[in-house]
């Protein structure tokens, strides 16, 4: 078993309608990172956060770390938002970023 | 948020060469950068952790120097594929830590072939 495990695996959805992306770990960690990769390969750091919620414009980020989940929300999707989303954690007490496997999502218009 | 830059975005190099690909932490002093590659489809592998003005751990089976990795200012970190081959055709990422536990802001990537 992963010790970061992302789902769905894949998804997809119309424009305009509310993502959800989930990530579980199985690890102690002093914080999570969400990533954004597109097709052409460039990735974006979207959030790092260690407690509570952090939002930025239609992006929302959660974590829970008594229950060693995260979730990421996209409202009002759009096709630009199609890429892949990448769970990472750094783990406790290690130099380390352990990555889940990815969440592709394709917004259709 | 904080910013990481790469150059160059993409590069395309003969087989034999060297290349070099900067990382740039533009607005604040990094005392650590990772160095990670992707091949097509995979996730993201690290191969080396450097920390300011001392030498980069590699990870097991990341010839040293083959990626050699200079750390020489808290706002800059390079690596150089010596004599590169098409296999080391692949997807390079920095990512750098002001010294927070946290794991850094990555920078884009730069696509590397090697012809």
């Known amino acids: 078993k992963n010790e970061v495990e992302q789902s769905p695996q894949n998804l997809t959805a119309q424009e305009g309608e509310f993502i959800t992306i989930n990530c579980s770990y199985s690890v102690g960690i002093s914080a999570l990172h969400w990533l954004q990769q597109h097709p052409g390969g460039g990735i974006v750091s979207l959030f790092m956060l260690s407690s509570g919620k952090k939002k930025h414009g239609r992006l929302i980020a959660t974590i829970n770390i008594q229950e060693k989940h995260s979730s990421l929300h996209i409202t009002a999707s759009h096709p630009r938002d199609s890429a892949v989303y990448i769970c990472?954690?750094?783990?406790?007490?290690?130099?380390?970023?352990?990555f889940g496997q990815g969440t592709r999502l394709t917004i259709n218009p | 948020g904080a910013v990481v830059s790469q150059h160059p975005s993409w590069v395309i190099c003969k087989s034999g060469t060297s290349v070099k690909i900067e990382c740039r932490s533009l607005?604040?002093?990094?005392?650590?950068m990772f160095w990670y590659r992707q091949f097509p489809k995979q996730s993201l592998m690290l191969m080396a952790t450097s920390n300011e003005g001392s030498k980069a751990t590699y990870e097991q089976g990341v010839e040293k120097d083959k990626f050699l990795i200079n750390h020489a200012s808290l706002t800059l970190s390079t690596l150089t594929v010596t004599s590169a081959h098409p296999e080391d055709s692949s997807f390079y990422i920095c990512?750098?830590?002001?010294?927070?536990?946290?794991?850094?802001?990555f920078g884009p990537g730069t696509r590397l072939t090697v012809t």
């Open positions: 990472a954690v750094y783990l406790k007490g290690a130099q380390k970023l352990v």
């Open positions: 990512s750098a830590s002001p010294g927070l536990a946290g794991g850094g802001y």
């Open positions: 607005d604040f002093q990094a005392t650590t």
